[in-house]
């Protein structure tokens, strides 16, 4: 019996590395440091497989993330009954869980941004380079151009009867009303960003890094919920390009400013508010 009553004490204590989840991690000390902010210009990054290796990341995902969204798009956009496609809950689904799925897959590689806005925030909060992030956003808006031009390839009639995906205002709403829409989502989904992938709260919950992409994609299919039926849920403005650039009409163009202007300034009010509020708080009691 006392050998087997050793063997269950080492059982228990054998994985010692293990921290408990939850509020139960928060109660205990742990050592924090904060990561140092990455220069503003790193050369040394062009001469690395890795920054190539992320920059192809981000234009596959990208390019599959407006492939799915905008055949989603259209196939609601064709029909003559919601009841016979996903309708609008089933689009901001295939935003969402397109997001989730792709950041999952990317995260480990470049971030999994997919996104020129979210992006431009972790520029701000000094997560990435300036030589990193330009080059995400080129690829991403490459990808995006590539993705809609697949759509465009399987049904062209189609595509440009049907809008192509193309944000704009929607008629009987305002250029104000549209750019408010914008910032506030994008907000939202760059808030959500920095909250899921905070390193203060990596250190002290073991469960946030691994539930970061589901948090990320729900606040993006809430977002598209709410901002559809206004400016068809830019919030991204490679997926604004992409789908511009393809449909290549003067609708696909009206107001495009908005949908880089709003997600940008949105990007930078949530970098700033993370400055101020998540980073100030305290990690140890």
């Not at 992409?213 to 598209?224: D, K, N, R, S, Y």
Request: proline share 4%; net charge positive.
């Amino acid at each position: 019996m006392e050998g087997k009553e050793e063997d269950v004490r080492l059982g228990a204590n054998r994985f010692a590395e293990k921290q408990p989840l939850g509020t139960a991690a928060q109660s205990q000390d742990k050592d924090y440091i904060e990561p140092p902010s990455a220069p503003l210009f790193e050369s040394g990054e062009l001469c690395s497989w890795s920054f190539y290796r992320a920059g192809i990341a981000e234009f596959m995902a990208t390019f599959l993330f407006l492939y799915i969204t905008v055949l989603t798009v259209m196939g609601v956009a064709k029909s003559d009954s919601k009841c016979s496609t996903v309708g609008i809950q089933g689009i901001a689904w295939a935003f969402g869980g397109m997001i989730f799925a792709l950041v999952y897959c990317t995260a480990g590689i470049s971030g999994g941004h997919i996104n020129p806005a979210v992006t431009f925030g972790l520029l701000l909060a000094r997560k990435l380079s300036l030589t990193r992030a330009v080059f995400y956003m080129v690829m991403q808006c490459l990808g995006a151009i590539c993705g809609a031009g697949v759509v465009k390839g399987f049904q062209k009639s189609q595509y440009e009867i049907l809008g192509g995906g193309a944000n704009f205002v929607a008629h009987g709403y305002t250029k104000g009303s549209g750019l408010g829409a914008e910032i506030v989502g994008t907000f939202v989904l760059v808030y959500t960003v920095f909250s899921a992938t905070d390193a203060k709260r990596s250190a002290r919950d073991s469960h946030v890094p691994i539930l970061a992409p589901l948090p990320i994609g729900f606040a993006v299919f809430l977002v598209h919920l709410a901002t559809i039926p206004i400016t068809g849920t830019g919030i991204n403005p490679a997926r604004s390009l992409g789908a511009a650039i393809i449909f290549n009409k003067d609708r696909g163009w009206d107001d495009h400013w908005i949908f880089w202007v709003g997600p940008f300034i949105g990007a930078a009010l949530a970098a700033l508010y993370h400055q101020v509020v998540i980073r100030a708080i305290p990690f140890k009691k």
